[in-house]
Nanobody, 126 residues
Framework: QVQLVESGGGSVQAGGSLRLSCAAS????????MGWFRQAPGKEREGVAV????????YYADSVKGRFTFSQDNAKKTVYLQMDSLKPEDTAMYYC???????????????????WGQGTQVTVSS
């Protein structure tokens, strides 16, 4: 069983930055996947960044590439999403998620993830 708890959301003006955190507990090894997803009002949930726990190639959605950075602190079992140059279109509920096994770089769909946090709201004003 895995538990995920996000924090760090908030309101910011366009061009600003936020760092989201996701603290994990439970049975997660380095060959499992963790990702950040987001869902804007009226839209489907989408993958933002996914990677292997413990490091490896990270997938970024085109819309955030070059602005968002996924990082992790294995000792703290915490992953982060540094979000820079935020845009109003980044406004959404952000979730972290985890799953056991697989080729994480290619596992970008929310339906492929088993464990989810409660989400944290990010609002970017113009």
């Amino acid at each position: 069983q895995v538990q995920l708890v996000e924090s760090g959301g908030g309101s910011v003006q366009a061009g600003g930055s936020l760092r989201l955190s996701c603290a994990a507990s439970g049975d997660l090894s380095s060959r499992n996947c963790m990702g950040w997803f987001r869902q804007a009002p009226g839209k489907e949930r989408e993958g933002v960044a996914v990677t292997y726990i413990g490091g490896g190639s990270t997938y970024y959605a085109d819309s955030v590439k070059g602005r968002f950075t996924f990082s992790q602190d294995n000792a703290k079992k915490t992953v982060y999403l540094q979000m820079d140059s935020l845009k109003p279109e980044d406004t959404a509920m952000y979730y972290c998620a985890a799953r056991y096994g697989g080729s994480c770089f290619f596992l970008r769909s929310p339906s492929e993830y088993t464990y989810w946090g409660q989400g944290t709201q990010v609002t970017v004003s113009s």
